[in-house]
């Protein structure tokens, strides 16, 4: 056994595997009589691939009808997978920006940071996932006169696969 090529995006479980089976190795390699080892086996429990994650909190009126349009419960997360609604989300932080004044400049980085992201690859695939969680509510009166809720603050969270 020898050390040889191991990818750049390797889990902190993975690494520390990978600690136990150099240190096997350079064991092994060098003679070390001090250290007996029956079998010395590296078994891998299928992690997932690394990703990384943006959160935002917002109350922009684009992605809050964004959320109430794609979500049947406004008391639920919305996950959103599929190229359709990727789109569609990146077309409304498009619009977002457009509409920001530079008064909120943290907030304007931050929806810039997104739309980078989500332009960065071509939308197909499992590579990137959308989570809209819904923070804060507020009641009001429908045409029909019923007491409905509606979501005023969502948190963003964007996790994408660095390719």
Known sequence: MCCGYYSAY???????????????STALLLNDRTHTFD??????????????????NMTEPHILKFFHDHSKDCKKDLKVKAKAPMTEFLQ?????LGDLQKKDEAQRYQLMHMRDILERWKIVGL???LQVKPRKFEEYTN??????ERCTEVQLILKWVCI
Request: glycine content about 4%.
């Open 10 to 24: 390797v889990s902190i479980s993975c690494c520390i595997r990978l600690v136990a089976l150099l240190y096997l």
């Open 39 to 56: 079998s010395a086996y590296f078994i891998a429990d299928g992690d997932r691939t690394p990703k990384q994650k943006l959160k935002v």
């Open 92 to 96: 409304t932080v498009r619009t977002t």
């Open 127 to 129: 590579n990137r996932k």
């Open 143 to 148: 045409e029909d006169g019923e007491i409905q």
